[in-house]
């Protein structure tokens, strides 16, 4: 695979306009298309370019000669940005990660597939990031920590060394989580928040430090039922 590669950003929002801008900008590929899901298409083009039904885009651009990015928020716990990227992969497309040049990312750090790491985010040795993460702006990860697939960090998120992020995490503004620590699968984490234990999964844990609410973390997301598998 080449250094630049041609991609269709799998989004029409927010998240998409954000994809393209990064991408066109400060990296060598090339956004040729957008694509959404028939049922939920509104527009035919944005920034001058296609938006195509997601059901067509591998009759359009074959994945032999096309990369895909997914470019969704943190929508339903992740797991709207994880089934488009599972379906992604089964049309036959490699999934490219952007990483800010102005992000510090040590020599033997390791990345999934479709990340989105922003700028000012700073990744220690041996840190290991999985698939479909988001790595919003200014965050720290400490050595040896491992973040599952399909986590969404918020800005200035600290996570200290070897720590273990469960897959499907969101983590809100400035939450903290100390050494040698375990955040469950399916966890929120509130803005500020700071953790001092292993948490439990599918919880809201909130406050210095953090505990967690009787609420579950789907539904705080307002997670489908069809998506909570």
Known sequence: MSSAEKIVVVGDGESAEIAYEYFTHDSPHQVVAFSAEAAYLKKTELF??????????????????????????????????????????????????????????????????????????????????????????????????????????????????YCEIGDYTFMGVNSSVGDNLRVAQDDVIGAGAVVVKNTEPRRVYVGNPAKALEKDSFDTFKVPEILRS
């Open 48 to 161: 001058g370019l296609p938006v195509i039904p997601f059901e067509e885009i591998e009759s359009r651009y074959d994945p032999r000669e096309f990369r895909a990015h997914v470019a969704i928020s943190s929508t339903f716990l992740n797991r709207l940005r994880a089934r488009l990227f599972r379906e992604t992969k089964k049309k036959g497309y490699q999934c490219v990660s952007y990483v800010s040049s102005h992000a510090f990312v040590w020599r033997n750090v390791q990345l999934g597939e479709n990340c989105f790491i922003f700028e000012n985010n700073v990744l220690q040795h041996q840190v290991t990031v999985g698939d479909n993460v988001v790595l919003w702006s200014g965050n720290h990860l400490g050595h040896r920590t491992r973040i599952g697939n399909h986590v969404f960090a918020s800005s200035h998120v600290v996570i200290s060394g």
